[in-house]
């Protein structure tokens, strides 16, 4: 039997949009850098664009987790009592690169920020372009 | 037997362990690292052009996947060429640390050149930003940090970027491969290729590039221009063989490139920044042809190496007490006069080489990508290449001007002291250096001698000259008010949005 989406309300939108919960997380973490990119593009400081660098970092990470999640959220280490349902462990070993070369970024940026910091405290961009 | 599984990755990862070791005992290590250079330089010359692939996993089953074919040995020869160029010329003026820093950038080149794993890419290009921000920063003033600022922040959000496609294309193909990129979606095409366009600088994503270029030293931006912008493009190339839409939208995105960064480069009226934009250019010609963009990006890089490590007289960034230096006599007496002239001829040849001047090395790339591309963007590229001929007919005019300028030009062509300008020829090592790349970069034409058909060398001559005559009559354009540098940070971050928008439109609505 089928039945037109349209008459369903909410879930009915749902169907038609194909959302399934696993795109339903990621919504979350989509916000995060959009709200990242536009803290990055509106900043007028470098430490802003420092942090706003770190939300989108942060996000796309979660983003990995998220995914590989999708398969099971159990921990993927074979132990006695065996699980049913594993978490993707490959994404989750690849993303662990990407976090240490993100605080690797932030550092230097870090670094950068003290020493421009010393001619101009307020580290503003306006100054600094000149 | 050799086990190559083990050797490849050993070759990949020796200049970068050479770096660490170099950071405890440097006085072996240097010679020891030209060495190396040179080892790799010669076998792979030995392989390029010929139709030789090698594959291996690292890591066992569901590891890395590296793929050493002919992509990557024009690359490794080029970055190899220009390090040993930039290490004979400056090793005196190398600040603590920086050929360490070069070593490990040309181990993030390599397995950028080489991997066709797309997290692996990701991480290389990442080491390789470290690198090259290190390099930038070398010059050590509040200007330079600041660009190494913009470059580090502009070059990490484009990698975000592209880790976003990376994550996209993994739900739909369930691996990390470049060539199961086939399966993905046009969004994480798109955000992939903004992320690689903006690594290596092609025009737009590449506004980073003639800011940078400009205020390093020289020897950082001779390395900048040499390899760092070439780690996209063996990507870039890989990614265009196997998807005809990408390679479609690098056609349009190179020839933009070419034509608007050749036009900024002729309007610029600072030679360092418009070595810069012509590097915009010809990056963007460079990515038209996935077949020939490796040896057009070699074939770029070295000669770009060339033209800035030459740019400035040798006493204008090097030696402070002037007043020593400028008395005709001293300057005879440490063969500083032939080695600025010979400086002043390579200058000239690969500013010719670059024009596609016959009978030297561009020549014959610049043939290889004309007969590659289709029929209409080959108008656009003689157009480029006209402009290009224009750049650098003016870089020749300004670099011969200052040269005779200098008080000690009249002695070069005084036939009294031609004896012993001929014997100060072979004075120093630096020297060596100098002949070597102009008899290399001829003995490269020799390469494809079926290329030089009389149509051929006769169209590139009259862009030549057709270069020169518009050079004299764009100079008295007073360009100022109409191109004025982008500095602001909000434009070297935001290009790659914008790229990545323009090609998901292209690719899903346009379809050009």
Known sequence: MTTNPRHLGFKGWLLLMDLTPEKLRLIPMVVLIVIGCFGLLNSKTILRSLLSLDVIDTATISIFVLIAASAGSQTPIETTSRYSSYSDPYPQAIILTAIVIGFATQALLCAIALRLGRRSPMLRYRDLEK | ?512
């Open chain 2, 1 to 512: 037997m050799i086990d190559y599984q083990i050797l490849f990755p050993f070759l990949i990862f020796l200049p970068a362990f050479l770096g660490f070791i170099g950071c405890v005992i440097p006085k072996i290590t240097f010679p020891l690292s030209i060495l190396m250079l040179l080892g790799y330089a010669t076998s792979s010359l030995n392989y390029i052009g010929r139709d030789i692939a090698y594959q291996f996993t690292l890591v066992g089953d569901g590891g890395i996947q590296f793929s050493i074919d002919s992509y990557s040995f024009p690359l490794i020869f080029g970055s190899c060429i220009t390090l040993l160029i930039v290490f004979g010329l400056f090793f005196k003026k190398f600040t603590h640390y920086y050929y360490q820093i070069c070593l490990v950038l040309l181990t993030a080149l390599f397995i950028s050149f080489t991997t066709v794993d797309l997290v692996s890419m990701f991480i290389s290009l990442e080491l390789l930003g470290f690198s090259a921000f290190l390099l930038i920063a070398d010059r050590n003033d509040r200007k330079s940090l600041f660009n190494a600022f913009q470059y580090l922040i502009g070059g990490g959000l484009a990698m975000l970027i592209y880790l976003i496609g990376v994550v996209q294309a993994f739900t739909f193909t369930g691996s990390f491969l470049l060539e199961d990129l086939v399966k993905a979606p046009e969004t994480a095409l798109c955000l992939i290729v903004a992320g690689l366009l903006t690594k290596s600088g092609v025009f737009l994503c590449g506004l980073w590039v003639p800011n940078i270029y400009s205020h390093a030293n020289s020897q950082s931006s001779a390395v900048l221009a040499g390899c760092v912008t070439c780690a996209g493009i063996a990507p870039i190339a890989r990614m265009s063989q196997i998807l005809n839409p990408i390679s479609d939208s690098m056609i349009v995105i190179g020839v933009i490139s070419a034509v608007i960064a050749a036009i900024y480069a002729v309007f610029e009226r600072d030679s360092g920044r418009a070595l810069g934009w012509s590097s915009v250019s010809q990056l963007g010609i460079a990515i038209l042809s996935p077949t020939y963009a490796c040896s057009y990006a070699m074939q770029h890089g070295i000669c770009k190496a060339l033209l800035f490590s030459t740019l400035y007289s040798d006493k204008v960034d090097g030696n402070s007490d002037s007043e020593v230096i400028n008395s005709t006599q001293n300057m005879q007496s440490n063969h500083l006069v032939t080695k600025e002239f010979l400086r002043l001829v390579v200058f000239v040849v690969a500013s010719l080489s670059i024009m596609g001047f016959p009978f030297l090395a561009g020549f014959i790339t610049k043939n290889w990508i004309k007969y590659d591309i289709p029929y209409e963007a080959k108008i656009i590229y003689t157009t480029a290449a006209l402009l290009t001929s224009t750049v650098y007919a003016r870089l020749i005019f300004d670099r011969i001007k200052d040269f005779s300028r200098q008080p000690y030009a009249r002695l070069i062509l005084n036939l009294k002291y031609a004896s012993r300008n001929i014997s100060d020829l072979f004075a120093s090592s630096q020297n060596y250096i100098l002949i070597l790349s102009v008899f290399g970069l001829i003995l490269a034409s020799t390469a494809a001698p079926e290329l030089f058909t009389f149509t051929a060398v006769q169209s590139a001559i009259v862009s030549a000259i057709l270069g020169a005559i518009l050079f004299v009559s764009v100079v008295g354009i007073q360009a100022d008010e109409f191109v004025k540098p982008v500095t602001r940070t909000l434009d070297l971050v935001g290009a790659p949005f914008l790229v990545a928008a323009l090609l998901l439109a292209n690719l899903i609505y346009l379809k050009i």
